[in-house]
């Protein structure tokens, strides 16, 4: 068997769950470390990166694992229950993968060079995209043979590790603000990460602000135009695949959450402990059903403005009872839940980020309504 047939093998589903099952403790004492410090988890990237988890989005045909969107759900879950910055930063990597993959199966769209490269080089991908959504940021000047690049780009996790950056800027055309879509090298003249990210939660995912000084990107590397503002069919895809992916991260966070305050709340069962668990269980299965009915909605629907309305509906419902569900975590815990050792005080901190990523609920609320209502979804 060659080196990579065993790890196409290795990364299958019952090779993950095992690889999983043999690191994960390791990655939770590193995440832990990194949270206290506030230190990227790098280390835990590494070990990914190590074991074939970067491949795991990329077709079988072009050297990868073939995951579906579910079992990539299922991992990203997993591995959050071990540490949910290491699976929040390797989720932004994840999920530009699947959008990458999902264009080539359905739109044969020219994207086979990357998740070669991706499979072949276990290369990482660093996204822009929640910072940047449907306006855009940063300036584009048209020089000779290409563009001039100034922008400051903030939430990009997992930077320090990235090789390739999946960004955009607007450039100014007779037409108005468009945007153009890209990818450069992390290692391009004038490119920098500037080390801002000291933050409430998810510590260790390192999403600091990257800085674009007049980067050059020559004109083939310019893989999308669009108008700034409105809903582009790529943002659909992008909303299909990556938000059923990022969520995954919290509701493996609120599992996690759940596991220690049931152990805890075992030490000393009374009639309010027994309600509160019950409150506890119920909620996160809430959670569970919504992520769930979230990703194999994904498995068979089609980019458009009702499957991007049934997608943030059900991000929502996530978010909320993620967070809920960490909430009674605590409740059930009792007052050992202030205390760091127990690990409910990180967990509570990691969930806070479910409410920040695209669309946070007043958009997502506005978007449903317009929906509900026959407006355009743009406006």
Not at 274 to 288: I, K, N, P, S
Not at 296 to 308: D, N, V
């Amino acid at each position: 068997m060659t080196v990579r047939a065993l790890h196409i093998l290795q990364s299958s589903e019952a090779g993950w769950r095992r690889t999983l099952a043999e690191i994960g403790p390791k990655l939770a004492e590193e995440g832990r470390r990194c949270d206290a410090a506030g230190e990227y988890a790098g280390a835990n990237l590494a070990a990914l990166r190590e074991r074939g988890f970067f491949e795991l989005a990329v077709p079988a045909e072009f050297g990868g694992a073939g995951l579906t969107r579910a079992e990539l759900s299922d991992m990203l879950r997993e591995l959050a229950q071990y540490c949910g910055s290491t699976a929040l930063a390797f989720a932004m990597h994840t999920h530009v993968t699947a959008a990458a993959a999902w264009r080539w199966k359905h739109q044969k769209a020219p994207v086979d060079g990357l998740l070669k490269r991706i499979a072949a080089e276990r290369i990482q991908l660093l996204s822009s995209g929640g910072s940047d959504w449907l306006a855009g940021s940063g300036r584009a000047v048209k020089v000779d043979g290409g563009y001039r690049i100034d922008a400051r780009k903030i939430f990009a996790s997992g930077a320090p590790s990235a090789n390739l950056f999946m960004t955009g800027a607007i450039e100014e055309t007779p037409n108005g603000p468009t945007v153009l879509q890209f990818g450069i090298p992390m290692t391009a003249e004038g490119v920098s990460i500037a080390a801002n990210w000291d933050t409430l939660g998810m510590r260790g995912t390192a999403s600091h602000d990257v800085v674009l000084d007049n980067v050059f990107v020559p004109d083939a590397a310019i893989a999308l135009r669009r108008e700034s503002g409105p809903w582009h069919p790529l943002m659909h895809i992008i909303s299909m695949v990556a938000i059923p992916l990022v969520y995954s991260v919290y509701a493996g966070v609120a599992e996690a959450a759940r596991d220690i305050a049931v152990a805890a709340a075992r030490k000393r069962p009374d009639r309010v402990s027994v309600e509160t668990a019950g409150a506890l269980d119920t909620e996160l299965a809430a959670t569970r059903v919504a992520l769930a009915s979230m990703v194999a909605f994904t498995e068979t629907a089609q980019p458009s403005a009702e499957t991007t309305n049934a997608i943030f509906v059900h991000r929502t419902l996530v978010s909320r009872s993620a967070i809920k569900t960490v909430d009674l975590a605590l409740d059930l815990a009792g007052g050992a839940s202030y205390f760091r050792a127990l690990g409910l005080e990180r967990l509570f901190r990691d969930i806070q980020g479910a409410r920040f990523h695209p669309l946070p609920e007043p958009a997502q609320r506005r978007l449903a309504g317009r929906m509900a209502l026959g407006l355009p979804i743009d406006g």
